[in-house]
Structure formats: C-alpha cells, structure tokens
C-alpha cells in the first residue's frame, strides 16, 4: 500500500474509533479505488476466518485493520480484473466460485445447527458427570510402588552365591545404591543406583513382581528372588495409594469433548436425512475416476 494511502487510511480509522457508542455503519468503506471498495462488513467477514484470540488482539489495532483492509482490496481488483477477463466464464473457475459460495453457505448452516444442538450450561455440566461415571475407570491410577535392584546374570559363575554375599552386606547396612552401581548387571538401572522408579502391580516378571509387592514398607529387602534374567535383590522405596481424578480435575475437558460429541451426532443426524434422498450415478462416478487415471 502507497505511504500516503496507508496515512490517510489510519486517519479515517482514527476519526472513526472516535465514535465509541455507535457501531460501524454497513456501508463504511475503509479503502476503495478504481470501481473497488473495501468495507466493514468486508473486514468483519474476512476476520471470521482467525481464531478468535487472534482476531480480539488484531482488530482493535488501528495498522492491523489498515493492513486487512489492503489484503481485501488488492483481492477484490484482482478478481475484478480476472472478472473483465472473461475469467468467471471458465467452466472449472465458475464450478470453484460456486463451491467456495455454498462452503460458506453450508458453514453458515451448519453454525446454526450447532447453536441449536448445543445445550445449556447446567445441561452440558449433567452430561459430561454421567460420561465421567460411566468411564470412571480411565480416570483411575492404579496403585504404585517405587523400587530398586540389583541383578546377578545367572549366566557367570555362582551367581547365586555372588547374590548371597551382597544380601549379606545390605542386611549389615551396605549402601543399596553404591552396591548397584557396582554390581548389578541391569545396564539400564544400575547407574542409578538400581532404581526402577515407580511401576503397578502386574508390570515386572511374576516372580519379581510378587516378591516387591510383598515389601511392606519402604527400606525392606526381599530375599534372592530368581527370574528369567538371573537373581534379584529388592529393595522398597515407596508406595503410592491408587487415586481416582476427582471430576473438577477432568470437567473443563469432559465438557469439551462432550460437547464435540453431542454436535457430531447432530451432524451425522443432519447428513444422513439429506443423503436419504440422494441418487448416486456409479457409471459417472466410475467414469470420472477412469479419467483421471
């Protein structure tokens, strides 16, 4: 946009901003030439495509407006030259226009159907309570504990006695984590002093997994606990009690995702009495793909 279009652009602005109790009129025109003009109802159509954030923050800036304004105007020449063209009379072009006017006819429907289906707050509340409840289980945490180990591959030589031998250190106060790190042949805990962090019951082998969910508080030591993997020494760090996400936690997005839900039922519902009474031609639709091939 030339400077001094741009400038008296941000002056009409101003003058009109000036005017706080009165809307925009319908046929305020923001920047126009040569037979085309750009008007509020414009900008206003043009800004329901941003997200609404986006749109609360750029439209009350005065060089922002300007900017949109510009966008539309060079659009609107353009296509009022591609128009003179004789542009509009190509069959594809003329298909494309009149798809992108029922686009925005049928998004202009639908939003109306959507309002029409949507319910009210304590409606809405009701609903996402019962999909909460009847899905209880997804918002649970299974109980927990928190373990280390040390592992001794039953794959060297005696194994189980070099298990033994370390039992033996750590009931006479050894340190867990300095033992792990030295010995144990679990490459993935042993750098951490054995730690596995924290797992629910069912996660490890059976034998590991009963054995550490015998311990019944955190510092206890199981005895030699042998798998697949080679003999294990447990210790307990901590346990966690199952939870369930109380529903204040989980409201704002089981309202969100109820909703989605209830307006896509609405959707299909709407979809499917229209395609009732439609006809498909598959020698055309068959014919079609055939050319394109």
């Not at 490459?187 to 054995?211: H, I, N, Q, Y």
Request: charged share 25%.
């Amino acid at each position: 946009m030339p400077k001094f279009a741009f400038s008296l652009l941000k002056y009409l602005l101003a003058i009109a901003c000036l005017a706080h109790t009165a809307a925009f009129a319908a046929d305020n025109v923001l920047v126009s030439g040569d037979g085309v003009s750009v008007d509020n109802t414009d900008l206003s159509a043009e800004a329901q495509r941003m997200p609404l954030e986006a749109r609360k923050r750029i439209l009350i800036k005065p060089e922002s407006v300007a900017q949109l304004a510009s966008n539309l105007y060079i659009r609107r020449a353009l296509a009022a030259e591609a128009e003179r063209a004789g542009f509009a009379n190509d069959s594809v072009i003329a298909a494309t226009v009149k798809l992108a006017r029922e686009r925005v006819l049928s998004d202009a429907w639908m939003a109306q159907i959507d309002a029409k289906n949507t319910p009210s707050d304590d409606a809405l509340n009701a609903y996402a309570l019962t999909r909460y409840r009847s899905s209880i289980q997804q918002y649970e945490t299974p109980a927990e504990i928190s373990a280390r180990h040390i592992l001794i591959k039953s794959s060297i030589a005696d194994a189980r006695t070099k298990a033994e031998k370390l039992l033996t250190e750590l009931k006479t106060g050894a340190d867990f984590d300095a033992l792990a790190k030295a010995n144990s042949e679990d490459t993935g805990s042993a750098p951490k002093g054995g730690d596995l962090g924290f797992f629910p019951r069912g996660r490890m082998v059976a034998p590991f997994d009963e054995a550490a969910w015998q311990l019944a508080k955190p510092g206890d030591l199981s005895g030699i606990v042998e798998t697949q993997f080679g003999f294990h020494i447990i210790r307990l760090d901590a346990k966690r009690e199952a939870t369930v996400k109380p529903f204040e936690e989980v409201r704002d997005q089981l309202r969100k995702d109820t909703l989605s839900s209830l307006l896509n039922d609405a959707r299909g519902r709407e979809s499917q009495r229209i395609l009732s009474g439609a006809k498909f031609e598959q020698p055309a639709i068959e014919a079609f793909a055939a050319s394109q091939r």
